[in-house]
């Protein structure tokens, strides 16, 4: 395996799904010794619009803005516009063509993921919805998609990586949420359901992992990245 350039400490993506700038602040502050990437999603961004990812940024660090835009193509377009430019790395979009290729016209300097199927989403929910295919199927069309038509990459459960790695090449930035700490884990005990070890996310192929609760939540959040930052180190190595 090809592995891309990045530093160890952006290789996980501290999510601050938390409710307030006081708390995003207090975990930012605990993590960044050890973690120089963090991702606002709608939970903080709602409470605290760009206020978080500001400080963030202005303490050095990068921020993935994850806000999964899904709306008409115009109305993505200009939400992008809304983002692009003001230092943020990675924002978020849903998969499907209309969406993508507007908020390509738009993305200024971010990069664009594509949202491909998430992670909290199952083969039992694909069944409720009476949809025959499995979920790899449809993460792997929607993420061959987004790669046609341009989009810097896709988020994806670890189980699916691998495959998106190695059918669709090395250029394609594949970020991994999902995560959960030990080995051989199948029941995030949670909302959660396609989950892996961050280990095994990178070692299939993701560039980056998306780790929250495992972290905020731990008594000694270094502790757990830590430990998940050896596991990388030594895939990486091998
Ligand atoms: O706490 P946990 O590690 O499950 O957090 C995962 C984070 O990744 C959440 O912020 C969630 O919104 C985000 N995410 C996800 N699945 C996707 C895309 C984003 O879990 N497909």
Not at 29 to 41: D, L
Not at 122 to 142: C, I, K, N, P, S
Request: with cysteine.
């Amino acid at each position: 395996m090809n592995y891309k350039k990045i530093p160890l400490n952006e290789r996980i993506i501290v999510a601050l799904d938390v409710d307030s700038d006081e708390k995003a602040r207090d975990v930012v502050k605990r993590c960044e010794s050890h973690v120089g990437y963090f991702k606002v999603g709608l939970q903080l961004f709602m409470a605290n619009w760009f206020n978080s990812v500001d400080w963030i940024l202005d303490r050095g660090h990068k921020v993935m803005l994850d806000l999964k835009f899904f709306d008409i193509p115009e109305t993505v377009k200009l939400a992008v516009e809304q983002v692009n430019n003001r230092g943020v790395s990675l924002a978020t979009i849903h998969g499907n063509d209309p969406i993508i290729r507007a908020a390509l016209q738009a993305k200024g300097d971010m990069q664009l993921l594509a949202v491909t199927v998430l992670t909290s989403f199952g083969e039992e929910d694909m069944r409720a919805m009476g949809m025959t295919q499995t979920v790899e199927e449809l993460v792997f069309y929607r993420a061959q998609r987004a790669l046609e038509l341009g989009c810097d990459g896709v988020v994806s459960s670890g189980l699916e990586a691998g495959r998106l790695r190695r059918d669709l090449g090395e250029k394609l930035l594949i970020v991994t949420p999902g995560i959960r700490p030990g080995a051989n884990v199948t029941d995030g005990g949670d909302d959660q359901k396609r989950i892996v070890t961050a280990e095994r996310a990178i070692g299939d192929g993701a560039d980056h992992v998306v780790v929250g609760r495992p972290i905020t939540q731990a008594a000694d959040p270094v502790a757990v990245i830590e430990q998940m930052q050896m596991e990388i180190e030594k895939t990486i190595a091998e």
